[in-house]
């Protein structure tokens, strides 16, 4: 069976990563989105909260799984016996450090392949970073992220 | 009339900035010079001090108006019902941020146009964290900013 | 009176240069399409298919109007007194070029300004030499290009 | 069952080639290699040529096969009902044509994913068309390509 | 006798670094590698500590010195009387800082040359970044860093 | 002895490429610059003409000798026992194409180093093709190339 792994921070999820999701899932048998614990970069949501929306935003497709990592990648996927990682490029800036971070992959293990897709053209602007920033003031961001997800920032944003 | 409204943090205004303040004043009937009050970046002087500058090295622009804007930058151009929005490029990185900002902005107002205008190749090197970075050692930032701008810059940092 | 020059090769106009040119003559007074008469480039169709197949395409657009160069841009905008050049950036080559020329254009005469618009990124992917190769091959480019223009480059391409 | 391919020009292919296609075989049931028929471009070596040194030099894998197309790529999947484009990038300005490519092919045929590998830095200086401007000097080309690609490629130019 | 100066944080120096340096030393007479005091980054080794380290990594090759700055590189250049700066260049990011760096540098001293060398393919990936971020999680170092600032590291994230 | 080569087709040399020549001859004891000869690009100058200007434009430097080649660069630098290549950057294009070209030249010769200095951005636009662009349609070069070799190109191009 071909697994393949999408890992990410989805600090939310955008329109962006589902548009990658749903491409990823009908290409591969199974995809795991795997969010990243990352405490360093103060996160918005917890990790529970990430994988939380992206479950309620991939409900309908049924081989995509929702699991999360701390540390490095190369370690998650050894134990987990994955071996193919997909990323989404969206812009030049994306390429660089996603190169960077593919050799550096390879070079820690040998087995992990790094397939990239290209992020639609329409979603070019959109990053997570981008959306808390709109959200932050108030801005329209129903074409960025799901209305669940929107509810959800917003919530956050008022809590704080 | 044709108003165009250049935004940024201008902290403080370049010779760089300057160059473009004054090619774009001499295209649009009005140019708005707009100071992002952005409490986020910590940045050095005050929007006033920011904007008192502007005014000083701009007094010969009749058509330049300094004014100063918080949140987005849709909102500030919606309120004010201004249309055009000018931005310098100076180098790669400059275009692909740039490039996602139109974008977004677009996205979020399509009635919003940016326009860029290349940064003289001579200030091509030259940002306001360069000329604060070199101030804060007492290099010579004599053909970096007005003299006037230099003068606060020592001042602010003597103070500090 | 402000009026901008965009100037290309237009061989042929796509939907990628239309949404330039409505944007543009929505912010300046008038909006000249200047076609370059480049021999040594061998275009498919004739200066004057290529200015026919813009007047029929921006036929709604009041304030555009179509004409034609050849040599260098620099002296086509002296010899009408024209001073704003106005040109659509896709992705980071044409950022390249296009600053390359900025920079030559302003030093063989510094009253000329260049200003640039980013390309929808709907067109991200579109050139002309595209559309002729998919047409080439008979593909579907009724997304690329207006329908007029579409069925004389089919006729173009089977004259031959 | 999962089926990749991998399209290009392969004139005459090289050890970068050679370990796009070794990885990809590896992730894929199977994996064709298409050698594009482009007769404008005036290619070295015939279809049949560069197909045979594929087919030599990829002998060990058995989940390859190799194939030629003309025309647009997107027909060729079509015909063949193949869904996935494998694509090899090694620098920005493979990155920039091929994402224009990716957005091209997916604009004309929605069921078309390309997904992308990153070269091994090994072979980041690496083209067809080093491999033969070497050749052409008797440089030496023994870490390039494989030793049988060499011998043919001597041949063919000493011929000529 | 031709001197060149090699600046950077070095918090650690890499194999990628020792690249340069080795490279560099047999271009020149003699190579002072320059380890910059910046307190504001917060490196994770003490300049002595990290010019103990570029000491034991480089204890063979007899024409390097390694010495320390504050301050703008400028200012050492010019109280040493040194006129020739090495930088490193991996990919684009690098370049495009470094490029500005350059400009900045020969603006504020016009007796100052910046001569760039491409970091080995091999090493593409590597930062000092990515290797604290990997010691971090006890990933393997062994290939990115020689065995004794391997140690020295471990040591130091233990002891935090 | 420092030896350094500077290879290219300066066809014809500009002011970009003589302000690297100032540069580097500063550096090093000697510099060669190597014209290519090369035919495939059907240069305007023959490689006689080539050097002559050179020679013309750097009759001051004294260390400065000129030189021709034919063939890979590689083998020139081994026939004459050189080491160090000297190669000027401008953009982002020339980085990318000097970049490859430099790790080819490592592996087929291991013992050969390039180094890069930035072009002065004052020459940021420049390059021999557009000097000849200007100069076929009578535009302005004065400030492009030195007045001696503005006078050969007009003799060429009214020769033809």
Known sequence: MNIAVYPGSFDPVTYGH????????????KLIVAVL?????????TVEERKD?????????????VDYFSGLLVDYMKQNDYHIVIKG????????????MALMNKKLNDDIETLFMMTNSKYAYLSSSIVKE?????????????????LRLKEKLRGK
């Open 134 to 150: 709109i959200a932050k003031f108030n801005g329209d961001i129903s074409e960025l992220v799901p209305e669940y997800i929107a």
């Open 37 to 45: 614990e990352n405490s360093a970069k103060k996160p918005l949501f």
């Open 89 to 100: 490029l969206r812009m030049l800036s994306d390429f660089e450090y996603e190169f960077q």
């Open 18 to 29: 589902l548009d990658i999701i749903e491409r990823a899932s009908s290409i591969f048998d």
């Open 53 to 65: 929306m992206i479950k309620a935003a991939t409900m309908s497709l049924r081989n995509v799984e």
